[in-house]
């Protein structure tokens, strides 16, 4: 099992950047495909991105390749999201979630999952 926590979230103008952090608790950490989803209000949670559990695949939705970057530290239990080039669609929650096999894009496959950090990008 795994605990996750997210930070690093905030306001930000259009065009900056952010990096999301996401801590994971326990020692299996490596064993978890990890992805990024994200809802914004009114909507459903949405896939941002996923990495596999060694790190060597990644996949993004289409709205954020080459300006998002996910990447994780497993020796240090930690996920991260880059995110450059932000625009104000990408105002959301965002969430960090885990699961055992092979990294997936649909949440309902996910186990574990954080409370959460707010990104909120301005005009």
């Known amino acids: 099992q795994v605990q996750l926590v997210e930070s690093g979230g905030g306001l930000v103008q259009a065009g900056g950047s952010l990096r999301l952090s996401c801590a994971a608790s326990?020692?299996?950490?490596?064993?978890?495909?990890m992805g990024w989803f994200r809802q914004a209000p009114g909507k459903g949670r949405e896939f941002v991105a996923a990495?596999?559990?060694?790190?060597?695949?990644?996949y993004y939705v289409d709205s954020v390749k080459g300006r998002f970057t996910i990447s994780r530290d497993n020796a240090k239990n930690l996920l991260y999201l880059q995110m450059n080039s932000l625009k104000p669609e990408d105002t959301a929650v965002y969430y960090c979630?885990?699961?055992?096999?092979?990294?997936?894009?649909?949440?309902?496959?996910?186990?574990?999952w954080g409370q959460g950090t707010q990104v909120t990008v301005s005009s």
């Open positions: 979630a885990g699961k055992l096999g092979i990294m997936r894009m649909t949440k309902n496959e996910y186990q574990y």
């Open positions: 990495i596999s559990w060694s790190g060597y695949s990644v």
């Open positions: 326990g020692r299996t950490f490596s064993s978890y495909a």
